[in-house]
């Protein structure tokens, strides 16, 4: 139980144009999902948590309206890289919440690896 | 803002040797959890093993078991007779306010055979 999808797993695309990422808890609701940025060699760093139905909320030194996030649905939050440049180029991953045992529990997608040309 | 601190930037070990991984935080907090990830090359994070501030035995989940020591806040992940598949990354990480998690730096485990 409590899986996570991401799609795409892999993408490839031109400076410039803009990618979308989605995330989906497939057994479960999402009460809240997460979005983190993962450089090569480097610990996961917390881009935005969302809930369903309301704005995202952005850590410090994350541009809003480079990385807009969607919650449509306790099911699915979506990241879209608005514009993308080479230094976007990263792995992203998702997680998702519900009230699980333990506070903090989180539900990680298997990623996403943006290359950006 | 609690802070987390992996002080092993890479591990090798042999097969079959028990390893020990550090965690430190450093926290104000009375009642708190701390949860272990493991990240293979595939890049997907996978839940390995939690303890809770306030739990008396320290965490086992077959391989895996914490060595929790709470007055020096440090929680260590120890896997015993390691694996060829045990090779990864290895992330502590700390819950914070509104249930985001704060990871270490972590650790690269290579496994020897």
Redesign the interface.
Known sequence: GAVVSQHPSWVICKSGTSVKIECRSLDFQAT?M?WYR?FP????M?MA?SNEGSKA?YEQGVEKDKFLINHASLTLSTLTVTSAHPEDSS?Y?C?A?YGAL??????????T?LLVL | AQKITQTQPGMFVQEKEAVTLDCTYDTSDQSY?L?W?KQPS????I?LI?Q?SYDEQNATEGRYSLNFQKARKSTNLVISASQLGDSAMY?C????G?????????T?LTINP
């Open positions: 809240t997460f993962q060699k480097q610990s996961l917390l948590t909320t792995f991953i997680s919440s333990h506070y903090g529990t989180q539900y990680f997608g298997p990623g690896r | 959890g949860f990830y595939s890049g997907e994070m839940f939690y809770g992330f990480a700390y819950p914070q509104a249930q985001k998690l704060v990871f270490g730096q972590g690269r």
